[in-house]
Antibody, heavy 122, light 107 residues
Framework: QVQLQESGPGLVKSSETLSLTCTVSGASINSGSFYWTWIRQSAGTGLEWIGRYHTFGNTYYNPSLKSRVTISVDTSKNQFSLRLTSMTAADTAVYYC??????????????WGQGNLVTVSS | AIQMTQSPSSLSASVGDRVTITCRAS??????VGWYQQKPGRAPKVLIY???SLHSEVPSRFSASGSGTDFTLSISSLQPEDFATYYC?????????FGGGTKVELK
């Protein structure tokens, strides 16, 4: 069974950098059928797509965050990570990692982590 | 970015009712729409992809349709486990964007 598990801090100070890791089990990050995504959810802005990594393709970021966000991969650990700099209160959210499936035009997020609540303090 | 306008934002319904939720895209997006269900404290769960394709293990009382800019999700006979929040999303282009959600509550 595919499982994704986020890990990282629950509290980050304003202006600091958030680092979250998603550990994947039951599937390989190197698989060409999937892409690996970060999505966040806050009461204020709802669900927001942050960006994605694909082993054979480009890494895409949400333009609203592009200057602050980096998604990287550690294939030896089957993990992918999110780095978000210059955190503010507006970045307080539950951060999810998810697996995206894509084949012949069909796309969906089929497995998600349980979510990591990140609160930004002043 | 493409905006997805979802309505209503909430609705009250009874078990057995038929429920319909709509999503309108700010530009034509073909059939590149998905629908997700989220329960409190849980991650979203895929119901529908490519506007009308039912994901595996999703009950057949869920259906969806639409193309271009207007999309609908229907639940033919609401069950107790269906009380949740529903979101549409577009993956026509990046950034992927979500609708604001529809909370389905017990009347």
């Amino acid at each position: 069974q595919v499982q994704l598990q986020e890990s990282g801090p629950g509290l980050v100070k304003s202006s600091e950098t958030l680092s979250l890791t998603c550990t994947v089990s039951g599937a390989s990050i190197n698989s060409g059928s999937f892409y690996w995504t970060w999505i966040r959810q806050s009461a204020g802005t709802g669900l927001e797509w942050i960006g994605r990594y694909h082993t054979f393709g480009n890494t895409y970021y949400n333009p609203s965050l592009k200057s602050r966000v980096t998604i990287s991969v550690d294939t030896s650990k089957n993990q992918f990570s999110l780095r978000l700099t210059s955190m503010t209160a507006a970045d307080t959210a539950v951060y999810y990692c998810a697996r995206g499936y894509e084949k012949t035009g069909d796309r969906y997020f089929d497995f998600w982590g349980q979510g990591n609540l990140v609160t930004v303090s002043s | 970015a493409i905006q997805m306008t979802q309505s209503p934002s909430s609705l009250s319904a009874s078990v057995g009712d038929r429920v319909t939720i709509t999503c309108r895209a700010s530009q034509g997006i073909g059939n590149d729409v998905g629908w997700y269900q989220q329960k409190p404290g849980r991650a979203p769960k895929v119901l529908i992809y490519s506007a009308s394709s039912l994901h595996s293990e999703v009950p057949s009382r869920f259906s969806a349709s639409g193309s271009g800019t207007d999309f609908t999700l229907s639940i033919s006979s609401l069950q107790p486990e269906d009380f949740a929040t529903y979101y549409c999303l577009q993956d026509y282009n990046y950034p992927i964007t979500f609708g604001g959600g529809t909370k389905v509550e017990l009347k």
